[in-house]
Each structure stands twice: as C-alpha cells, then as structure tokens.
Antibody, heavy 123, light 111 residues
Framework: QVQLVQSGAEVKKPGASVKVSCKASGYTFSGHYIHWVRQAPGQGLEWMGRINPNSGGTNYAQKFQGRVTMTRDTSISTAYMELSRLRSDDTAVYYC????????????????WGQGTLVTVSS | QSALTQPASVSGSPGQSITISCSGTSSDGGSYNFVSWYQQQPGKAPKLMIYGGSKRPSGVSYRFSGSKSGNTASLTISGLQAEDEADYYCCSYVGGSTLALFGGGTKLTVL
C-alpha cells in the first residue's frame, strides 16, 4: 500500500532553515508528483508547492518563492522540503502528499498523506 | 491569492443531510474538474473524500457526494453520523504560480 513517512519534529530559531523528508513506499516514486502542504496551529491547510520526482522540476506557491526548495533523491524514494529564513509564523505541521494522477496529466488532488512534521520556530 | 471561501461551521443532527460550499473555484482560474475535498479529524492528516469535483475514492462512503452550481462547488453528506464530525477542506487548481488553493475549512458538528 502507498505510504509516506516523514521525518520527526524540529525546533528552530528564527532565521534558521529546516529540511523535512518524506519517504515513499508502495508505488513507483518517480511516477507521481509529491506536494507539500502546511497547517499552522488551529488554522487551515496551505499549499506550498510540488516536485516532479522524475525530472526534479518544481512549482512553488508565490508566497514561498525564494524561501522554499523542494528536492528529491530517487535512489531512496525520498522527497525533501527545505524552508529558509524561518519566522515564528512558520510554526506549523508540514505534510507531504501524493498526487495519484500521472505526471503530465495532473488532476491536482492528494490521495495519500504523510503523518505530518511539526516545525516549531522559537527563540 | 486568498483562500477559497467556505463557511466556518455547519451542523446537523444524525440522519440529516448537510452541504458545505466552496466558492471561488472558477474566478481564481480554476476548474470544477480539479476540485477535491478532504476530511480532517483532530490531530490527523487530511483524508481524501472527493476528487475531480464529484468522484469518490474507493473506501469512501456513498453518503459523501460532490457537485457544482455556478461558481460554487459543494460537498454534501447525507445520513449524518457522529463519526462525520471533523473539519472539511476544499481544494482547487487555480493556475498561475500558485497552482492550488485550499478553502479556509469548515467545522462540521453532529448534534
């Protein structure tokens, strides 16, 4: 079965960077986009961007451009999301999620989600 | 871009039907065909309930359905059950650099 397992919780100081990993199993990693979505405490879901695991191509939400970098390592079926210049309002649970549609014909929905990684930004 | 617009809360009694609206899916450059809905229980990751506007993934109850009227997509839950109490989010492709937007979320209370 499809499974996405994320790295553990992080505590960072303002101005630092954080890198969250998302290890995929149960399907062909390179065949489907991985998206990143975050949720601040008590708030709604926010789309951050996506990566094409086959080509490494990325699309980032305008809000995060210049601060977010999404990468992947196909040899270990793992996607990464790095967010830099952290601020207190970046405190959130960060999720990775799989788009089950074929790359090139995305339907922009997410059928499998990681368990979430809490990133706390505090001085 | 602002989030898609959903009511903050809805409620219903067991057995009743409720509808959650999601507006802005077209004016933001999106398409109804790319509207999806997610259920989120406290402390859990979201769960896909509807995709492609009205398609139901295997394993999701027939009580959940998606539709569209004008510029608004909707999620209807029929035969409400206590286990349906959760937060619900719509999501739509909107194009541009920010490819996808979520709604602000709706808290469903089963009375």
């Amino acid at each position: 079965q499809v499974q996405l397992v994320q790295s553990g919780a992080e505590v960072k100081k303002p101005g630092a960077s954080v890198k969250v990993s998302c290890k995929a199993s149960g399907y062909t990693f390179s065949g489907h986009y991985i998206h990143w979505v975050r949720q601040a405490p008590g708030q709604g879901l926010e789309w951050m961007g996506r990566i094409n695991p086959n080509s490494g191509g990325t699309n980032y939400a305008q809000k995060f451009q210049g601060r977010v970098t999404m990468t992947r390592d196909t040899s270990i079926s793992t996607a990464y999301m790095e967010l830099s210049r952290l601020r207190s309002d970046d405190t959130a649970v960060y999720y990775c999620a799989r788009d089950p549609s074929q790359i090139g014909s995305s339907l922009y929905y997410f059928d499998s989600w990681g368990q979430g990684t809490l990133v706390t930004v505090s001085s | 871009q602002s989030a898609l617009t959903q009511p903050a809360s809805v409620s219903g009694s067991p057995g009743q039907s409720i509808t959650i609206s999601c507006s802005g899916t077209s004016s933001d450059g999106g398409s109804y065909n790319f509207v999806s809905w997610y259920q989120q229980q406290p402390g859990k990751a979201p769960k896909l309930m509807i995709y492609g506007g009205s398609k139901r993934p295997s394993g999701v109850s027939y009580r959940f359905s998606g539709s569209k009227s004008g510029n608004t997509a909707s999620l209807t839950i029929s035969g409400l059950q206590a286990e349906d109490e959760a937060d619900y989010y719509c999501c739509s492709y909107v194009g541009g650099s920010t490819l996808a937007l979520f709604g602000g979320g709706t808290k469903l209370t089963v009375l």
